[in-house]
């Protein structure tokens, strides 16, 4: 593998910009950039041109106006968390910005993609919007980032919202878990052209709006909604958009460098087999970047090999028909050769000569041309075949088998064409979506991948997930079999084996998902060898669901784990409610009839009240013993497992099983009705516990509650789980901080004596999920310890080894234990030997010894 730190400037930004240095030391003056100052620092932005245009205004060299401030915020609220600019680009990597960027939420850094959630894999995206269009006879070409910034009173800033009622930023307009907005315009005049003249904007204000939902099948993507608005008066003809990616993929990255893996690999899937099965195929039309190999430890995979693909699909442009191109370029090295497929010139398209095998253009012509050329690239690992008798221009021979997996790949996915007349408003919508387990054995590289021969490891990768998500993201943005403008059209099915699936919507857009219940209000009781979880479901029952506009819950999980990766959670117990699905006959096409199921479950009173029989018994009837009504044949199957039994002390169960449902209307509420226990008046008839024991006092547990909800039978969307990382919560099974300080409770540590001999992180107590070194990730915990006080360590010579802050005034998961590193304040580790500590509080100071044996 080599090691290559990141590039703080874009492949597009720096050519330009050479080329834009080899003309000034040949010419120091032109007509086009009058009063440029040639001994000016060329490491600035971009260079000022003087003469305005109206409604147009310059920054850079001897300006008064300084460039606008880049701003850029994180999406992390589902599986795939990305960064996003006010400034037409996402997914960029923290060096074009002078400070890491934090989740404005938890103030966790972040950069470019980091998927899935909680793994620290980082997929180096740099995601660019590409503007283009005809203007007056001009072709013009506007770049996020380099083009398109914050202008015209718009402040950059970012605003959130969200349509969850436990969020802070609830906002009954929001179409998801979290929307992100900004605004930002392509209004400026930026010398940033290699052919010497100023870019001349496309006179646009884009109003930007990013939205994630939690779920299965909708947690693996971002949507992102551009709204344009033309400002600039110009009738902007044949415009295509671009989003061009590109950058490495890397694993457990740090903020001060990137590892970055020069063995990529970028793609294309167009139609992908639909999961229904009769040889029906889905159109996606995404491009994706992936690991060549998934990066496995010896002959398995590690928790940390990034074994998924991320990629662009564009969901829609303002045109009734539009073209989706892909063009992919790889480079080796920064400074090395460079390739991109070309086909052979034809009558009516020349070839361009935008500098050797070089993809991204370096003038505004260039750039519109790849981003309407109508050509979807043959696959990077494919390069070395030879596929001249489809049109395509050879590569160097020379270069071939480097510009496979030793390269640095790019790409670019475009569609278009549609026109914007002046004053009108359109959207274009993208979609960045995360797929799974794309690389399914460690040895399939190193054992089917030939660069002559590709196929055979093509095949053996599986994009079922990346597939499913993107087709998920298609569905969200527009909802299968619904009729959203009521014109009576409905969209597109397809029949397969006498089951009809819709699968494309009326084309309106919709941005509504059928997601799962919110999340409900968690908090975990500690207590010796046993934790108490505790959650208030009044969030997460009652609300409509809003892509049904029913109330669609049917239950809930409680799961644990011994660390926060979600995939180490595991289901502790299951609420199910008891409810049944019917099915019925119905002629689903000439002549064919099926059974069907189209409505939402039926509760058992339901059934026995619509059947007027008190003792109906929905089990008895079966597809071979159907119920028969009149002219009518049913069935029924259970929806779930039906455990909705809630009197077990063992299981779930209600804490106050007397109190009774209160009704949505708080004003309503007496003091009876609700409890405080989560910080806020919360009735007591949705408030469950379920007692997790047997438990080890010495390891601390992460336990969450999931919500999930009967899904949506007529739109075959099936169930849906909120995701348990929302709340999830770490904490000890020891004595709670509250209870230590009740009793005055004396401090204990452990392990004691700590032996080296015993193999702590073999055995899990420590560093399990292998990210710290190992003579760094030795602890000794202290438990009973006050809510607020100073640790001392001393050697047996009364030295001060080290000393630390135990700081939790407000309590909290695990304010009554912390831990030493076993790291002196010389940041050396300790050696063997008796050591003293003490515990200093307002209240008092305790003091034991501790015994280190290595």
């Known amino acids: 593998m080599i090691r290559q730190h990141n590039i703080s400037t874009t492949t597009a930004s720096l050519f330009r910009m050479t080329l834009i240095t080899l003309t000034l030391l040949s010419v120091t003056a032109s007509a086009q950039i009058i009063g440029l100052d040639t001994d000016s620092d060329s490491s600035n932005y971009n260079y000022q041109i003087l003469h305005e245009q109206s409604g147009f205004r310059p920054f850079g060299i001897g300006s008064a106006m300084a460039p606008p401030t880049r701003k850029q915020t994180v999406q992390s609220h589902n599986n795939l968390q990305m960064t996003l600019t006010n400034a037409g680009a996402f997914a960029y990597a923290t060096y074009y910005w002078s400070n890491v960027t934090?989740?404005?939420?938890?103030?966790?850094?972040?950069?470019?993609?980091?998927?899935?959630?909680?793994?620290?894999?980082?997929?180096?995206?740099?995601?660019?919007?590409?503007?283009?269009?005809?203007?007056?006879?001009?072709?013009?070409?506007?770049?996020?980032?380099?083009?398109?910034?914050?202008?015209?009173?718009?402040?950059?800033?970012?605003?959130?919202?969200?349509?969850?009622?436990?969020?802070?930023?609830?906002?009954?307009?929001?179409?998801?878990?979290?929307?992100?907005?900004?605004?930002?315009t392509d209004t400026f005049l930026v010398y940033a052209q290699p052919d010497i003249r100023a870019h001349k904007p496309l006179g646009l204000k884009i109003e930007q709006k990013s939205m994630s939902w939690t779920g299965d099948n909708l947690d693996d993507f971002i949507i992102i909604e551009y709204k344009m608005f033309n400002i600039g008066g110009n009738y902007l003809k044949d415009m295509y958009v671009g989003f061009r990616a590109h950058g490495g993929v890397n694993y457990h990255a740090e903020f001060d460098y990137t590892l970055t893996q020069i063995d990529d690999v970028v793609g294309f899937i167009g139609d992908y087999p639909a999961p229904e099965g009769c040889h029906f195929v889905d159109r996606l039309n995404i491009a994706y970047q992936m690991d060549?190999?998934?990066?496995?430890?010896?002959?398995?995979?590690?928790?940390?090999?990034?074994?998924?693909?991320?990629?662009?699909?564009?969901?829609?442009?303002?045109?009734?028909?539009?073209?989706?191109?892909?063009?992919?370029?790889?480079?080796?090295?920064?400074?090395?050769?460079?390739?991109?497929?070309?086909?052979?010139?034809?009558?009516?398209?020349?070839?361009?000569?935008?500098?050797?095998?070089?993809?991204?253009?370096?003038n505004d012509a260039e750039l519109y041309y790849y981003m309407s050329n109508r050509e979807v690239d043959y696959h990077q690992l494919d390069v070395a075949n030879d596929h001249s008798l489809l049109g395509w221009i050879p590569p160097p021979k020379e270069l071939t088998n480097r510009f496979t997996t030793n390269s640095r790949p790019y790409y670019m996915v475009s569609a278009g064409p549609f026109d914007l007349q002046p004053g009108e408003v359109q959207s274009i919508v993208l979609a960045v979506v995360g797929g799974e387990n794309v690389h399914v054995n460690p040895l399939d590289y190193a054992r089917l991948y030939k660069v002559d021969r590709v196929q055979r490891y093509l095949d053996a990768l599986n994009f079922d997930e990346l597939a499913m998500n993107a087709r998920w993201a298609g569905w969200i943005y527009d909802n299968p079999g619904v009729d959203t403008d009521g014109d009576g059209?409905?969209?597109?099915?397809?029949?397969?084996?006498?089951?009809?699936?819709?699968?494309?919507?009326?084309?309106?857009?919709?941005?509504?998902?059928?997601?799962?219940?919110?999340?409900?209000?968690?908090?975990?009781?500690?207590?010796?060898?046993?934790?108490?979880?505790?959650?208030?479901?009044?969030?997460?029952?009652?609300?409509?669901?809003?892509?049904?506009?029913?109330?669609?819950?049917?239950?809930?999980?409680?799961?644990?784990?011994?660390?926060?990766r979600r995939s180490s959670l595991s289901v502790l117990a299951v609420y199910d409610r008891e409810n049944y699905n019917r099915f019925h006959i119905e002629e689903?096409?000439?002549?064919?009839?099926?059974?069907?199921?189209?409505?939402?479950?039926?509760?058992?009173?339901?059934?026995?009240?619509?059947?007027?029989?008190?003792?109906?018994?929905?089990?008895?009837?079966?597809?071979?013993n159907p119920l028969h009504v009149g002219d009518s044949l049913y069935y029924f199957e259970k929806h779930s497992y039906n455990v909705s039994d809630l009197c077990c002390e063992g299981e779930i169960h209600k804490v106050y099983p007397n109190a009774t449902d209160p009704g949505t209307d708080s004003s309503l509420w007496t003091e009876d009705d609700v409890t405080m226990e989560h910080g806020e008046?919360?009735?007591?008839?949705?408030?469950?516990?379920?007692?997790?024991?047997?438990?080890l006092p010495t390891l601390p547990y992460w336990v969450a509650v999931s919500a999930f909800d009967f899904g949506f039978a007529a739109g075959k969307i099936p169930s849906k789980e909120s995701d348990p990382t929302n709340n999830m919560t770490m904490e000890l099974p020891q004595t709670s901080a509250d209870t230590v300080a009740f009793y005055n409770l004396d401090v204990y540590v452990y392990p004691n004596p700590w032996r080296w001999d015993a193999n702590y992180g073999k055995r899990g107590y420590q560093n399990r999920d292998g990210l710290e070194i190992k003579?760094?990730?030795?602890?000794?915990?202290?438990?009973?310890?006050?809510?607020?006080?100073?640790?001392?360590?001393?050697?047996?010579?009364?030295?001060?080894?080290?000393?630390?802050?135990?700081?939790?005034?407000?309590?909290?998961?695990?304010?009554?234990?912390?831990?030493?590193?076993?790291?002196?304040?010389?940041?050396?580790?300790?050696?063997?030997?008796?050591?003293?500590?003490?515990?200093?509080?307002?209240?008092?100071?305790?003091?034991?010894?501790?015994?280190?044996?290595?």
């Open 292 to 362: 060549n190999d998934g990066d496995p430890l010896g002959r398995s995979w590690a928790h940390y090999s990034p074994r998924a693909a991320v990629g662009m699909r564009i969901l829609s442009v303002p045109s009734d028909d539009w073209d989706v191109n892909y063009n992919w370029s790889a480079e080796l090295g920064f400074a090395g050769p460079r390739y991109s497929p070309r086909k052979k010139p034809i009558p009516g398209k020349p070839y361009r000569n935008n500098l050797p095998h070089l993809m991204m253009g370096l």
């Open 588 to 624: 689903i096409s000439d002549g064919i009839f099926d059974w069907v199921n189209n409505e939402n479950p039926f509760t058992l009173d339901s059934l026995r009240i619509e059947y007027r029989d008190q003792s109906f018994r929905p089990g008895l009837y079966t597809k071979l």
């Open 681 to 695: 008046p919360l009735p007591k008839f949705y408030e469950y516990q379920y007692i997790y024991d047997d438990l």
């Open 102 to 184: 934090r989740d404005p939420f938890t103030g966790e850094k972040f950069a470019t993609v980091h998927y899935p959630k909680g793994m620290n894999i980082r997929y180096q995206m740099n995601g660019t919007m590409f503007l283009g269009a005809i203007v007056d006879g001009d072709t013009l070409v506007s770049i996020g980032i380099n083009e398109m910034h914050a202008d015209h009173g718009i402040s950059g800033d970012f605003t959130y919202r969200s349509f969850d009622h436990n969020s802070t930023k609830y906002d009954p307009e929001a179409n998801s878990q979290l929307d992100i907005l900004t605004e930002f």
């Open 775 to 854: 003579s760094r990730s030795n602890r000794i915990h202290f438990s009973n310890l006050p809510k607020v006080c100073k640790i001392y360590i001393y050697s047996l010579d009364g030295d001060l080894v080290r000393e630390f802050v135990h700081d939790f005034p407000d309590g909290g998961p695990a304010s009554m234990h912390d831990t030493w590193d076993m790291i002196t304040r010389n940041t050396q580790a300790v050696v063997s030997g008796l050591y003293y500590w003490v515990v200093e509080s307002d209240k008092r100071t305790q003091m034991g010894k501790l015994v280190i044996l290595k």
């Open 489 to 564: 059209y409905r969209g597109e099915f397809r029949v397969c084996e006498s089951d009809t699936n819709w699968y494309k919507g009326d084309g309106v857009a919709d941005l509504k998902a059928d997601g799962p219940p919110q999340s409900p209000v968690v908090r975990v009781i500690p207590t010796e060898a046993s934790l108490i979880i505790r959650w208030n479901g009044y969030r997460s029952e009652t609300p409509k669901d809003i892509f049904t506009g029913i109330k669609d819950f049917e239950g809930y999980r409680v799961y644990a784990g011994l660390d926060d």
